[in-house]
């Protein structure tokens, strides 16, 4: 079914962009579509006009915040220097900032995020399309000179091993800019964005046309971890047989590895620094985080010594308790946002609250259809909801606890004394407190729940 959509382009250009089979399935795709029709030349990024806020434009994430007839606008962006400097045809879109955030905002409608080279690795999020990079200048030119005999009469190439070498080489220096551990699925990826690029190294005999690209990749992939771990990379050395358990020293046994929406799993240390430098500012910072007005030292601090402690929960595991002696400012409402952006590169709270007015339209819908005294529980919580914005989401998040058949006054408690020996006692019995509770490798339920008994309502709380 056909679809149609009013494109803003600037302050007095407009168009209409028509989809003779209706709407694309992803944003990348819509995008895609909205340079071809439109005759875009520059970067861009899009905003949907969102009617649940007086129809403010807000970033389009998914295919679902849009229908036909809807109004998106196009938002010019800029490159990073460093693709630009190598040619990479990707643009970097900043995430919606937080109040908290490090930004600086210049005037217009961009956001650019500041920040300096902290270590010597970096990562950046699994894209929803993978993108083939350009290999060396011999490869190009052979890969070139085949795609025409595959035009002209459908040859397929066989590469030599030098070609094949060039080109497994260039696709892993690509996979491991975003993680070093890749799934079955997103090798999947990789292989087929080859042969849509490069059609003339399908496989005769496949049913996929890349089942071994897939297979070389992987062995590719294995072997370049081991060169990271010689290399003294901590992604690849957390992995290390010796850090194993005695008679569990296996290469399969308990591998750690990034959960999906972790993106700075396992840093380097930052340029300059070295353990015993970052732990050194740790020890430091158990006395500027008793000190007042100091919240800056502190963030500082604890942004400089992420690398330290995320090495620490990875690959020690330990107790809550310990964390919280070694790493007290950690469970400030502040720092677990900060901390939060910084291993999976989003705001928690935005994005949070921001998902929870997205489904809790569907939310409501699946509460109403619950029976009996739980369904009577949820209809009383659904009529609590007003105008007030914060009230609903608090109502929402309640009556989702009791469809999880939680006890929402056990759950979630507002304290606004910390140092009182009856609130801290009520923390202790409260069911997502737990000081024997090993954390997971990202934010977990302890982090939670440091940040609603500091926390003055649910509805702003993280």
Known sequence: MAAILRVILGPDSGQRVVFPAGLPLTVS?????????????????????????????????SMDEIEDKATVKVIFTPCRPQDADQGVGSFFFPPTSTPDDTTTSFSGESTIILTSPESTSSRSSWPETFQVPRFSYDAEFKLDNAHGAFKAN???????????????????????????????????????????????????????????????????????????????????????????????????????????????????????????????????????????????????????????????????????SDVQVRWPALFDVMEINAEFKRVTTMPLQSKFISQI????????????????????????MAAMMTDDIDAGREAIIKALCIYLNEDPE???????????????????????????YRPPVGLGPAHCVQAYTQSSRLGISP
Not at 39 to 53: N, Y
Not at 159 to 174: A, F, H, M, V, Y
Not at 191 to 214: F, M, N, V
Not at 357 to 380: I, N, P, T, Y
């Open 29 to 61: 795709e819509l995008e895609t579509e909205i340079k071809s029709q439109c005759k875009i030349t520059d970067s861009f990024r899009l905003q949907f006009m969102d009617t649940l806020f007086g129809s403010e434009f807000m970033n389009l994430t």
């Open 154 to 320: 459908g040859t397929l190439l066989i590469p030599d091993p030098k070609l094949k070498s060039d080109i497994l080489e260039g696709l892993i220096q690509e996979v491991v800019n975003h993680k070093v551990y890749v799934t079955d699925r997103e090798f999947d990826q990789v292989a087929e964005a080859l042969i849509l690029r490069h059609p003339c190294l399908q496989e005769k005999g496949s049913d996929t046309g890349y089942g071994g690209w897939k297979t070389s990749l992987k062995y590719k992939l294995s072997n370049y971890r081991t060169h990271l771990r010689k290399v003294g990379c901590p992604e690849a050395c957390v992995n290390a047989l010796k850090h194993k358990p005695e008679g569990k020293r296996s290469p399969a046994f308990a591998v750690k590895k990034p959960k999906r929406g972790e993106v700075a799993y396992c840093p380097s240390f930052p340029l300059g620094e070295s353990h015993q430098s970052l732990e050194k500012m740790r020890v430091e910072l158990l006395l500027d985080f008793k000190q007042r007005n100091n919240r800056e030292t502190v963030r500082a601090k604890m942004e400089k010594t992420f690398a330290l402690r995320r090495q620490e929960v990875i690959r020690d595991a330990p107790m809550i």
């Open 357 to 380: 007015d997205l489904h809790s339209a569907s939310l409501l819908r699946v509460f109403e259809k619950r029976s009996g005294q739980q369904g009577q529980k949820l209809r009383d």
């Open 410 to 436: 056990d759950l979630v408690q507002e304290y606004m004394d910390l140092t009182d020996a009856n609130t801290l006692g009520a923390i202790e019995g409260t069911t997502s407190h737990n000081s024997r």
